[in-house]
């Protein structure tokens, strides 16, 4: 699902978004709406750049420009087909290049042979002044035929790096939509892809993956009290313990709302509870300002649920069972950690 947020955020978004939407000479419309909801919702860096480069000045968004932004930077398309599709067609393009340039060469090798005949029949006299007159026009024709093909030769190379740039492109597209646009971290999607590619490139006797569950304590006091932005502010301070936290193979995800998830590929259970411990106590010790008046809010924890994948183990399974050992941290007293049982 492409938006998470609770009743209260997404109204707070409304609010925001609503004098935007009515400043715009574009009609009110869901597009319209979508597009502002994730402007204000700061999920979306690429859409907002876009649209404060066009109203800056002074300047307005019409019906066409709010239907193409949608287009091109909200609506979802199938970025494992548009890869699939742009190294198919890098493939095509490389393999008719190859064969351009070996024409070329085959056309070269040909027009030499003619050369070197067309010399050695005008040393000849009388009769074969004919055929050397022939041949010098055949070679003429060889030679328009190797410019055209060193041309198609280029244009083709051209057209190769384009589409090399274009697959980036898509690549680049593909990661944003793996990433969660408020922390960076994976999004709930990538971090499933991850742990699926980690479960079916598992081979017997390597180390078991682990993972943990985080869930930040108390989360919806820290809305109702400071407010939805700061609220943002708490996770994107969570998520940046996270990333500094793990290494290598690691993924570190927002799973949802408040709620992380770490994978471990190749790390084993204790060394996995100690992450989790190393990551709860930065947590509990980091203090977050108010931006209107500087005033550290209250301490935020978190508590967490770590489990090892057992043998025969789905995906699934091994979430559901560090989701239990989260549960059981929040009814220990929360900012706590606990190992699944095996």
């Not at 909801?37 to 307005?60: M, S």
């Not at 384009?162 to 492109?169: K, S």
């Amino acid at each position: 699902m492409r938006y998470n947020d609770d009743i209260e955020r997404s109204a707070e978004y409304l609010r925001l978004a609503l004098p935007l939407m009515s400043r715009q000479a574009a009609a009110l419309t869901p597009i319209a709406y979508a597009i502002w909801y994730e402007y204000v919702a700061g999920i979306n860096p690429a859409l907002q750049t876009r649209i404060n480069e066009l109203i800056q000045g002074g300047g307005v968004l019409d019906d066409d420009q709010t239907v193409d932004l949608f287009r091109r930077y909200v609506a979802d398309i199938d970025h494992e087909t548009v890869r699939r599709v742009g190294q198919d067609l890098q493939k095509v393009m490389f393999d008719v290049s190859r064969s351009a340039a070996q024409t070329g060469e085959k056309a070269g090798e040909f027009g030499n042979a003619l050369q070197i005949l067309s010399v050695g029949l005008s040393d000849t006299p009388d009769a074969s002044q004919i055929a050397a007159t022939h041949i010098a026009t055949l070679l003429e024709h060889t030679q328009d035929m190797q410019g055209s093909v060193a041309t198609l030769k280029t244009r083709l190379d051209d057209s190769q790096r384009e589409i090399e740039e274009l697959r980036q492109e898509v690549d680049r597209a593909r990661e944003e939509a793996l990433a969660d646009g408020l922390t960076g971290l994976s999004n709930r999607r990538g971090f499933d892809i991850a742990l699926t590619s980690c479960l079916s490139t598992l081979t017997p006797g390597t180390q078991a993956p682990c993972l943990l569950i985080a869930d930040i304590d108390h989360f919806k006091s820290v809305n109702d009290r400071y407010g939805h932005l700061l609220g943002d502010k708490v996770i994107r301070a969570v998520a940046q313990i996270l990333k500094e936290s793990v290494k290598g193979r690691d993924t570190a995800a927002r799973y949802g709302g408040e709620e992380f998830t770490v994978l471990l590929p190749n790390t084993p259970i204790e060394g996995a509870r100690a992450l989790a411990e190393q990551i709860r106590a930065l947590t509990e010790n980091c203090r977050i300002r108010r931006l209107d008046s500087h005033e550290s809010i209250e301490s935020i924890t978190l508590s967490f649920g770590v489990a090892s994948l057992h043998a025969g183990e789905t995906a699934d399974e091994l979430l559901t069972r560090a989701d239990r050992a989260l549960y059981q941290s929040k009814q220990n007293g929360r900012n706590c950690v606990t190992v699944a049982d095996d």
